[in-house]
């Protein structure tokens, strides 16, 4: 059983049951079958539900916010940017699709050579509390827009929000169980883990999980994406002019809006993808030519979905 702590009264505010071994296993079952199908859609319409996303997660807004300030205390304004802000990376991944999973052309002696991006699977994702929906969003926008499935086990002090999160997905008339919340402690993220229809797991956390998950998922051969504690720079693009971050200042990267910038000649503008934000961004060193708050990754970042590259040739 789960209980949710308001941090703001120390209050409790609800309760939730975790889900049983058998609750589980039909979850994990439905997410195989229905990212089979899924992987199986044109990607035009993989794109449109995204975009269909984006409009239910605006249009509960309001709803949202509010759970996540009752579950992890963060202010309203923040909450509702955040909101905000999951949708804006929907929209992007739904334009942008197209061109990172298109088939790249490689030179070779055959008649045709190209290298061709393939859906992994279901993959679980282990999200912390601090960014409730943009966290599980980032990840989930790409993923499914390449065909892949979502399994969530969510910060257990954000439930609803986890729950609100698969509703969501549902909502947005993707296949049933294609994306799908785990209740369960951590200790039993393991056995899922270790499942043969999880294909890869993603988490953001501390060092400490990171290096058990890491472990695990290396001996299990499974690709893996981590992001731990933001001991490294990870978080930060350099610029030529512009060195890494210094240890101190990246520690802080988890634990704030990530922050990013660009060179005047990236393909992106930052009025085409504003991040909506309750404070400004301190100013940047000049040879950074301007600066945008990371809502989405603009078109030079690479595409971030867990695929499977292989190539294919004829002769």
């Given at each position: 059983?789960?209980?949710?702590?308001?941090?703001?009264?120390?209050?409790?505010?609800?309760?939730?049951?975790?889900?049983?071994?058998?609750?589980?296993?039909?979850?994990?079952?439905?997410?195989?079958?229905a990212?089979?199908?899924?992987?199986?859609?044109?990607?035009?319409?993989?794109?449109a539900?995204?975009?269909r996303?984006?409009?239910?997660?605006r249009?509960?807004?309001?709803?949202?916010?509010?759970?996540?300030?009752?579950?992890?205390?963060?202010?309203?304004?923040?909450?509702?940017?955040?909101?905000?802000?999951?949708?804006?990376?929907?929209?992007?991944?739904?334009?942008?699709?197209?061109?990172?999973?298109?088939?790249?052309?490689?030179?070779?002696?055959?008649a045709d050579?190209?290298?061709?991006?393939?859906?992994?699977?279901?993959?679980?994702?282990?999200?912390?509390?601090?960014?409730?929906?943009?966290?599980?969003?980032?990840?989930?926008?790409?993923?499914?827009?390449?065909?892949?499935?979502?399994?969530?086990?969510?910060?257990?002090?954000?439930?609803?929000?986890?729950?609100?999160?698969?509703?969501?997905?549902?909502?947005?008339?993707?296949?049933?169980?294609?994306?799908?919340?785990?209740?369960?402690?951590?200790?039993?993220?393991?056995?899922?883990?270790?499942?043969?229809?999880?294909?890869?797991?993603?988490?953001t956390?501390?060092?400490?999980?990171?290096?058990?998950?890491?472990?695990?998922?290396?001996?299990?051969?499974?690709?893996?994406?981590?992001?731990?504690?933001?001991?490294?720079?990870?978080?930060?693009?350099?610029?030529?002019?512009?060195?890494?971050?210094?240890?101190?200042?990246?520690?802080?990267?988890?634990?704030?809006?990530?922050?990013?910038?660009?060179p005047?000649?990236?393909?992106?503008?930052?009025?085409?993808?504003?991040?909506p934000?309750?404070?400004?961004?301190?100013?940047?060193?000049?040879?950074?030519g301007?600066?945008?708050r990371?809502?989405?990754?603009?078109?030079?970042?690479?595409w971030?979905?867990?695929?499977?590259?292989?190539?294919?040739?004829?002769?």
């Open positions: 059983m789960i209980e949710v702590i308001n941090p703001a009264t120390g209050a409790a505010i609800a309760t939730y049951y975790t889900h049983t071994p058998a609750q589980v296993e039909a979850r994990l079952a439905q997410a195989a079958a990212q089979r199908c899924w992987a199986e859609r044109p990607l035009a319409e993989r794109c539900a995204l975009v996303l984006a409009a239910v997660l249009a509960g807004r309001d709803t949202y916010a509010r759970l996540i300030v009752s579950e992890m205390g963060k202010p309203l304004l923040e909450a509702e940017a955040e909101i905000e802000k999951s949708a804006l990376t929907c929209e992007f991944y739904a334009e942008q699709a197209p061109g990172f999973l298109a088939d790249t052309p490689v030179a070779s002696a055959a050579s190209r290298v061709v991006y393939d859906p992994l699977g279901v993959v679980l994702a282990v999200m912390p509390w601090n960014y409730p929906f943009w966290q599980f969003v980032r990840f989930a926008a790409p993923a499914l827009a390449a065909g892949n499935g979502a399994i969530l086990k969510h910060a257990s002090n954000v439930p609803g929000c986890a729950l609100a999160l698969e509703q969501a997905f549902a909502e947005a008339d993707l296949p049933t169980g294609l994306v799908a919340t785990l209740l369960i402690e951590a200790r039993e993220v393991a056995g899922v883990l270790a499942d043969p229809r999880i294909a890869a797991v993603t988490l956390g501390s060092t400490a999980v990171g290096q058990q998950v890491a472990s695990q998922a290396g001996a299990l051969m499974k690709k893996q994406v981590l992001e731990l504690a933001a001991r490294t720079p990870s978080s930060y693009w350099p610029m030529p002019t512009w060195p890494w971050p210094r240890r101190p200042r990246s520690r802080r990267a988890s634990a704030t809006p990530v922050r990013a910038a660009f005047p000649s990236a393909s992106s503008s930052p009025r085409q993808w504003p991040m934000s309750p404070r400004p961004s301190p100013p940047l060193p000049p040879a950074c301007w600066a945008i990371l809502s989405v990754p603009p078109r030079s970042v690479r971030p979905a867990p695929v499977c590259a292989r190539i294919c040739s004829a002769r």
